[in-house]
């Protein structure tokens, strides 16, 4: 109905109203870096990590690592990878008789040898059910691990001191040609023992020191995730205090465990492990010396 604008002032119910004036536009957002998709668990969901992740070689002197789980699948390939991309030398076992994958169900799991590549267990699976082994997130992680390497190392068949010749196209394979550590890290407390019994029936051939820590992380996308950024953050703290006791006692007899730079260093681990136990208290270690 029409209305009389001159008795707009009297009632104001007849005033036409002035439309709201727009919100300002948001700010433009920052542009943010890529993400990656990387696998979880050993048939769990896939994670995310920041594709610029891999850490500038800054040269020097660097500790020798070794990773280690159960089927050489998820915790253990996690660490490498972050491991690897941050310079460090790195090689990855699994401790079990043989791979084990999620199937369609709880009795029907997918079984593997050692011997078989990541590439091999991709293409079985993504030919099986891919929309289930997409869902589970079984392809994202062996996408994952096939860019990392061949494919799973079981621990009881590595002749440690053998050169690793044939995985020099392994990331993390550069400072570990010739077949033995500075440091082993397990993520469970039963790989840590099978790791710690293996190295006593060797009978210390090498007659080398090894520092076998286990960082107990449950096998889960989410969990490796954290754990393999806790990892890093130990290997950093280790390589760092190496650094310092080589350039105060020197290099000297490093490889057979003596000389002053050595001895400060192994009597240092403790210590670090307990301040690194401090940042990262939900993830119970252990701590032993071993011999190669």
Request: aromatic residues 6%; negative net charge; charged residues 25%.
């Amino acid at each position: 109905m029409a209305s009389d604008p001159r008795l707009a002032r009297a009632d104001p119910r007849l005033a036409t109203s002035t439309p709201p004036q727009p919100p300002p536009p948001p700010p433009p957002k920052e542009a943010m870096p890529e993400l990656v998709v990387l696998g979880g668990m050993d048939g769990a969901q896939d994670g995310l990590v920041q594709s610029d992740g891999v850490r500038e070689d800054e040269g020097g002197f660097k500790l020798k690592f070794c990773t280690v789980c159960a089927r050489n699948q998820n915790r253990s390939m996690e660490a490498h990878l972050r491991l690897s991309s941050a310079a460090y030398p790195v090689i990855s076992f699994g401790t079990g008789s043989l791979v084990r994958l999620p199937g369609p169900s709880i009795t029907q799991p997918n079984i593997f040898p050692f011997s078989t590549s990541y590439n091999q267990m991709y293409t079985e699976l993504a030919t099986k059910d891919p929309r289930l082994y997409r869902a589970n997130g079984l392809l994202a992680m062996l996408e994952r691990n096939r860019s990392v390497k061949w494919g799973p190392e079981r621990w009881q068949d590595w002749p440690v001191g053998k050169p690793r010749l044939e995985h020099k196209e392994d990331k993390g394979s550069k400072g570990v040609e010739g077949g033995v550590v500075d440091v082993v890290i397990t993520c469970e407390e039963r790989c840590w023992d099978a790791v710690v019994d293996n190295l006593l029936e060797r009978g210390s051939p090498l007659n080398r020191p090894v520092h076998i820590i286990n960082v107990d992380i449950k096998d889960n996308h989410e969990e490796a995730l954290i754990g393999g950024t806790a990892i890093l953050d130990l290997a950093d703290s280790l390589n760092r205090a190496a650094r310092e006791e080589r350039e105060k006692g020197g290099g000297e007899g490093w490889r057979e465990g003596t000389g002053d730079g050595r001895v400060s260093f192994d009597q240092r681990v403790p210590d670090i492990l307990a301040e690194w136990q401090e940042r990262w208290p939900q993830l119970p270690a252990l701590w032993t010396i071993g011999w190669f």
